[in-house]
């Protein structure tokens, strides 16, 4: 990024998040990464999610150790875990749960992909190639979505529902998140003076 000018970097119209074990990387690309991500960290109304280096076992393995650590480090309390919590120390934040999910070429499993977002989320594995998707394949799959979101919803709110906690627990989650991210700001921004 070091060629480019500063007017071509401040187009960028959305949030670019890069999740993904970073120390999988080169140095330098680290270093364009975390620009990009500073640069445009202030859009809100849309998020861009690149998968680098990118697995579900391991981002959900370092959401369990982030709650552990706070935990350990006097932040959080056993009682204030939570699938809410869970979700928002996980690398995709904001974190919008995937409503459709549709997998092609024939191919039954989810690939260690976003499998926490999409836990909830509407399956719909067509037969074609990723090339050969066609309109009626995509309208299947909304369709789909359409016949069961009232299912989704109730399931939703029952899980909801099953996690209610008190205002200390509410603020100690808020706190807790707070560091968290100011922590990971706060090392995204250390990879642009490598």
Not at 26 to 33: I, S, Y
């Amino acid at each position: 990024m070091g060629d480019m000018e500063i007017d071509e970097k401040e187009k960028i119209p959305f949030a670019i998040h890069v999740i993904g074990d970073w120390s999988r990387l080169p140095v330098d690309l680290r270093e364009v990464m975390a620009e990009v991500m500073i640069r445009s960290k202030h859009y809100t109304n849309f998020v861009l999610n690149l998968a680098v280096a990118y697995t579900s076992r391991n981002e959900i393995a370092n959401g369990a150790e982030c709650l552990r650590q706070g935990i350990l480090g006097g932040d959080l309390k056993i009682d204030d875990i939570s699938q809410d919590l869970f979700t928002d120390v996980l690398q995709v934040y904001p974190t919008h749960p995937v409503d459709l999910l549709i997998r092609t070429s024939q191919t039954y499993r989810l690939s260690d992909f976003l499998l926490w977002q999409s836990s909830e989320g509407i399956l719909h594995f067509i037969e074609h190639e990723w090339p050969e998707l066609t309109f009626w394949d995509l309208w299947s799959g909304i369709f789909k979505f359409q016949r069961n979101q009232h299912k989704l919803v109730q399931l939703k709110q029952k899980i909801k529902d099953s996690f209610l906690h008190d205002e200390d627990s509410k603020e100690r989650q808020k706190n807790f998140l707070d560091k968290l991210r100011e922590r990971r700001w706060s090392e995204i921004e250390n990879e642009t003076n490598n």
